[in-house]
């Protein structure tokens, strides 16, 4: 299953991501975004292209009905999605892999910082994707892309 995370895109109505971005997320299976959308009109132009699971994040305040978590299943691997502003723990890290302490899960993507991070932490890959469009202080734009094959994960980011 091949999977396009993004987060912290951060779109205004009119706005859109960039062509780069959209050439490769015609080859998803699914799509994962971990908040801060802004405008909702993001979530229809995506679902054209496969199936979407969303958070709101802390930017995210149009009455759209987004979860503050999701968890998504892809065969044996289990995924939690979470923006990462709200909870225990001094990181947006800490506090994304908390929100699932109780309800474990392999995957952690999370968002809120517009940092790049691929990582393991005590057996949960933590995977945020960066931005697409807001990349604050990072050298580069990034999303993320995900493999999951028979329990196996290949997580990667992508850089423009």
């Given at each position: 299953m091949k999977i396009a995370v993004l987060s912290d895109t951060h779109l205004r109505l009119g706005k859109t991501l960039p062509r780069f971005v959209w050439e490769h997320l015609e080859e998803a299976d699914l799509i994962i975004h971990a908040g801060d959308l802004v405008h909702k009109e993001i979530l229809d132009e995506l679902s054209l292209l496969a199936?979407?699971?969303?958070?709101?994040?802390?930017?995210?305040?149009?009455?759209?009905?987004?979860?503050?978590?999701?968890?998504?299943?892809?065969?044996?691997?289990?995924?939690?999605?979470?923006?990462?502003?709200?909870?225990?723990?001094?990181?947006?890290?800490?506090?994304?892999?908390?929100?699932?302490?109780?309800?474990?899960?392999?995957?952690?993507?999370?968002?809120?910082?517009?940092?790049?991070?691929?990582?393991?932490h005590q057996g949960v890959l933590m995977f945020n994707p960066g931005s697409p469009t807001d990349k604050r202080r990072e050298p580069q734009y990034s999303f993320g892309w995900m493999v999951l094959q028979e329990g196996s994960i290949n997580a990667k980011h992508i850089y423009f």
């Open positions: 199936p979407v699971k969303a958070v709101c994040g802390n930017c995210d305040d149009w009455d759209v009905n987004l979860p503050s978590q999701e968890w998504v299943e892809c065969g044996s691997l289990k995924i939690g999605i979470i923006h990462g502003h709200q909870g225990k723990g001094q990181t947006t890290m800490e506090r994304a892999y908390n929100a699932f302490v109780s309800n474990p899960v392999d995957i952690v993507v999370f968002g809120h910082s517009h940092t790049p991070a691929l990582m393991w």
